[in-house]
């Protein structure tokens, strides 16, 4: 069965660092990019980054840039996402998203699977 789960969400202050962690089973990691999305009460789902299979390419949007940073380990099945420098506008539910045809978008409809999400507050 195929399965992506996420974890490492929490509460943090604002200037605070988090790390997301996706560990996916049911199928094998390196043949699929993983994106990192997030959704904000009352608002869409956005894409925040992804990676594609190898690593070797990594895309961020514009609002993380040089605060987040994509990563994977295909041995041990998993994908990870370093949050540093936090701010209120980061909260929401993080999800981690598996693409067969790594694209190298952060479009959410080019992604196959999601796992469940995990919440992210930054507050004060």
């Known amino acids: 069965q195929l399965q992506l789960v996420e974890s490492g969400g929490g509460l943090v202050q604002p200037g605070g660092s988090l790390r997301l962690s996706c560990a996916v089973s049911?199928?094998?990691?390196?043949?699929?990019?993983i994106g990192w999305f997030r959704q904000a009460p009352g608002k869409e789902r956005e894409g925040v980054s992804c990676i594609s299979c190898t690593g070797g390419s990594t895309v961020s949007a514009d609002s993380v840039k040089g605060r987040f940073t994509i990563s994977r380990d295909n041995a041990k099945n998993m994908v990870y996402l370093e949050m540093n420098s936090l701010k209120p506008e980061d909260t929401g539910v993080y999800y981690c998203a598996a693409d067969l045809r790594d694209t190298g978008l952060l479009t959410a409809n080019e992604y196959d699977y999601w796992g469940q999400g995990t919440q992210v507050t930054v507050s004060s």
């Open positions: 049911g199928f094998t990691l390196k043949y699929y990019a």
